[in-house]
């Protein structure tokens, strides 16, 4: 999984350090565009619901399928009540050597898949992910792709920052690496001049 870390506040890029990714009880990790502040609502939610399940002390645990159908409950029925929290989650983890990766929108919309995305990523990414994703590739493998995708989001984004984190989740629990930047380059013609040909462009 891979999440840049810009904060904006309107269309101000005014924080450059926020974590998107949160490793959720032992076996799942939770992904988040949108709303910061209903992120942190969330986490709040899991922080209970993990703390309940804990609280049973019977050896078992909530897997990345509970979980995940759990913040798909809670997003339908907040936007029910009008009152949308306003992210799409990405929810990922192994449990018992059962792999998991599914989405939920801010409006419940949610779906299991081998890769996912959101915002500008289900437009830009996915189509690369369908293209060069496949069931065999190595960590190193992977972590390439996602920065391709993560570099074509940056180049087409205005207000996307160069530095980002990717996590990996194994039976063994959760790793998030330090902030990194990505490397760019800048000198393609169309970025040197995007209007050129563009009639009736301001």
């Avoid at 974590?19 to 959720?24: L, N, Q």
């Avoid at 990345?64 to 929810?91: A, D, G, I, Q």
């Amino acid at each position: 999984m891979a999440a840049d870390m810009g904060g904006s506040y309107g269309s101000t890029l005014r924080y450059k350090s926020v974590e998107r990714m949160k490793p959720i009880g032992k076996h799942s990790l939770l992904g988040a565009s949108g709303e910061i502040s209903d992120f942190q609502e969330l986490l709040c939610y899991l922080d209970e619901l993990s703390l309940y399940d804990n609280m049973w002390d019977d050896g078992n645990s909530l897997g990345p399928k509970e979980v995940h159908n759990y913040l798909t409950r809670v997003m339908y029925n907040r936007r029910n009540k009008f009152n949308p929290l306003w992210n799409s989650l990405v929810l990922g983890g192994v449990k018992k050597g059962q792999k998991y990766l599914g989405m939920a929108s801010m409006i419940g919309v949610n779906f299991e898949d081998n890769h996912v995305a959101t915002g500008f990523g289900n437009h830009l990414a996915r189509p690369i992910l369908r293209d060069e994703w496949h069931e065999n590739l190595t960590f190193e493998e992977g972590v390439k792709l996602l920065e391709k995708c993560m570099r074509v989001l940056l180049y087409r984004d205005r207000s996307a920052v160069n530095k980002l984190q990717i996590s990996k989740i194994t039976e063994e629990g959760v790793t998030i690496s330090q902030p990194y930047s990505l490397k760019t380059f800048w000198g393609f013609s169309a970025f040197e001049n995007p209007t050129l040909g563009a009639e009736g462009s301001w």
